[in-house]
């Protein structure tokens, strides 16, 4: 089998919260023990309950946090940011985008520039070709070139969620993590953001890392899914065993909490 | 009387590309105790149409409205006083991203505290009690210790449901909820729905549920409004809209349920209206 894009192994990650002012302070740990691996052109979807630590390892995947303990492998190549200095190499290899896209997003940075600065910083692209992408990647998400000179005040939250994803795209990363990306976009967007991310994923083999609650989303764009519970992963497996045979007790109850958008579910409330 | 009464509301920023009309003469209203949906296209004006009714765009936007009535009181003309004492005690607002509304310089129990002080009669020791009572309601595990923390060390999740703490606390007449449940997962997001349905019930007060989560509709709505490009495209009760949608926006919203994917491509909007 070809080597794995990413290789997680044993990965924890404690915070330490100080206690007020006579307070003891406290370990929270958030990640105890994680393995696993994803090969290229393939996406791992990651599920599991507010709090249990997915954006925490999203930060460590994407080498932003440093993990507490265990080794991360990128391309067979162990990296801690702990202790040596990311290269430009790496960093254009490895995307995040984030859960909260308003935070991650410099209010007094026009939205071309937003999107310009990766290719600025780790490129030789001139002025008048980073533009022209920039503005082919504002029309792949659903906006358009007048938007080009806004801030990112002046967006709708589901079109801030959309820059966030295309100035992730714009060095074609090897490896993308997406924490929650189309959760606060309406259908119609949310199938174009989907769509593009899957046709990406065929013409240049991308690798996905797929944080989401949404299990109508996971089921489509999935190869396998990844189930945390509380800092752990209680179940690995492909989508369609998963879906087929849920194991684990949150996963079980998971699938059967999703809401039913039908006639005969609205008619059932109604009557009560 | 309707306690929300809308009449054609506009809205228009300046940009740099000229004036750019977000809200087209929308009008709506809800009645006390009423589940008011708003779904509709990213960018179509859900949020910008709320937050003129609280007052809160940028100087850069320019509101004309013929009618914006809260309770029989006239919101265009409320000074900022009158404005702030309505806002918080009658109206609350869940926004659409939690992490930018909590102050990050104040932990989650200063920050509940504060609202409850501003809008409550109740003394030290009851909102203490209130606030974990709070907490609890909106299944943030170990409320005690969670006083404490700062939005920065709270998950995405977290942040949301402090948020609907904060919004629900001092029992407001009408509350909006700009997409409440985005970031939680199907067990917590029904916990929620179920709290907010409750005191809905309870209390009658009037919700207006702005979501892009068609099962999330059919769970809680009475009614529902379709937006489109800053217009109100349809509006119906909501088993009508699910049984006969009219329009065809209506319609491709949902079909673009991923469920309802066929082959490997999902429907968008598209293929459903022309531009
Ligand atoms: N900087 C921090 N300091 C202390 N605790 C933290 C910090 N960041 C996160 N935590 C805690 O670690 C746990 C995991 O948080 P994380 O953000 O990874 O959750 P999540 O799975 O992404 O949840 P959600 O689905 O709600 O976004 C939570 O209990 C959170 O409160
Ligand atoms: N300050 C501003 N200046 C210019 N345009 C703005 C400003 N604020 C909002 N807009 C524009 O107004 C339109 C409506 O925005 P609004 O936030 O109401 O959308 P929405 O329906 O809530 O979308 P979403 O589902 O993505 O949150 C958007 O096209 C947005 O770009
Ligand atoms: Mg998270
Ligand atoms: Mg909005």
């Not at chain 1, 026009?110 to 990647?137: F, Q, S």
């Not at chain 1, 309406?186 to 065929?202: K, R, T």
Request: glycine share 6%; net charge neutral.
């Amino acid at each position: 089998m070809t080597q794995p894009v990413l290789k997680a192994e044993n990965i924890t990650r404690d915070y330490h919260v100080k206690g007020g002012l006579w307070g003891k302070s406290k370990t929270v740990n958030a990640l105890k023990g994680i393995n696993f691996e994803v090969h290229e052109g393939k996406t791992l979807a990651i599920v599991g309950e507010s709090g249990c630590g997915k954006s925490t390892l999203a930060r460590i995947l994407t080498l932003i946090d440093p993990a507490t303990s265990g080794d991360l492998k990128i391309d067979g190549q162990s990296i801690n940011i702990a202790k040596t200095k990311l290269t430009p190499e790496l960093r254009q290899k490895v995307q995040i985008v984030f859960q909260n896209p308003y935070g991650s997003l410099n209010p007094r940075q026009k939205i071309g520039k937003v999107l310009e600065e990766p290719l600025l910083l780790n490129t030789k692209k001139t002025a008048g070709e980073r533009k022209k992408l920039a503005d082919e990647m504002l029309v792949k998400v659903g906006l358009g070139p007048e938007h080009y000179h806004r801030y990112p005040h002046m967006f709708s939250g589901g079109q801030r969620q959309r820059i966030a994803i295309a100035r992730a795209l714009m060095l074609t990363p090897r490896l993308l993590v997406l924490d929650e990306p189309v959760s606060a976009l309406d259908l119609s967007v949310q199938a174009q953001i989907l769509n593009l991310l899957a046709d990406l994923q065929e013409e240049l083999n991308l690798t996905y890392v797929f944080i989401s609650h949404d299990l109508s989303v996971v089921k489509y764009i999935a190869d396998e899914v990844l189930v945390m519970y509380f800092g752990e992963v209680v179940e690995h497996r492909s989508r369609d065993e998963i879906f087929a045979n849920p194991q684990h007790e949150y996963t079980q109850t998971l699938f059967a909490a999703t809401p039913r958008a039908d006639v005969e579910s609205i008619r059932e409330r109604l009557s009560n | 009387m309707s306690l929300l009464e809308i009449e054609n509301l506009r809205v228009e920023f300046d940009t740099s590309s000229g004036v750019f009309r977000a809200l087209d003469g929308v009008s709506y209203s809800v009645d006390p105790g009423e589940v008011l949906a708003i779904v509709g296209e990213s960018g179509s004006g859900k949020s910008v149409a709320m937050l003129a009714l609280m007052g809160l765009l940028p100087k850069t936007a320019k509101v004309s409205a013929d009618k914006l009535l809260f309770n029989g009181q006239d919101l265009k003309t409320l000074n900022p006083k009158q404005r702030r004492k309505l806002i918080g005690s009658e109206i609350a607002m869940i926004f659409q991203e939690p992490i930018a509304s909590l102050n990050p310089c104040f932990n989650v129990g200063f920050q509940l505290n504060e609202a409850l002080k501003t809008h409550t009669d109740l003394g030290k020791a009851a909102r203490r009690d209130r606030c974990l009572e709070l907490l609890n309601d909106v299944g943030i595990p170990d409320p005690k210790s969670r006083l404490k923390s700062y939005p920065h060390q709270m998950s995405g999740g977290q942040c949301q449901r402090v948020m609907i703490a904060m919004a629900i606390a001092c029992s407001p007449k009408l509350l909006i909820a700009d997409e409440p449940t985005t970031a939680l997962d199907v067990t917590i997001q029904r916990q929620i729905l179920e709290l907010l349905m409750n005191l809905q019930q309870q209390t009658k007060m009037a919700l207006i549920m702005i979501t892009h989560d068609m099962g999330v509709v059919a769970q809680t709505a009475d009614r529902v409004i379709v937006q489109y490009k800053g217009k109100l495209m349809e509006e119906a009760p909501v088993l009508d809209l699910f049984e006969s949608p009219k329009n065809p926006y209506t319609k491709a919203l949902l079909s673009a349920l991923p469920e309802n994917a066929t082959g490997d491509r999902l429907p968008t909007v598209a293929d459903f209206v022309q531009a």
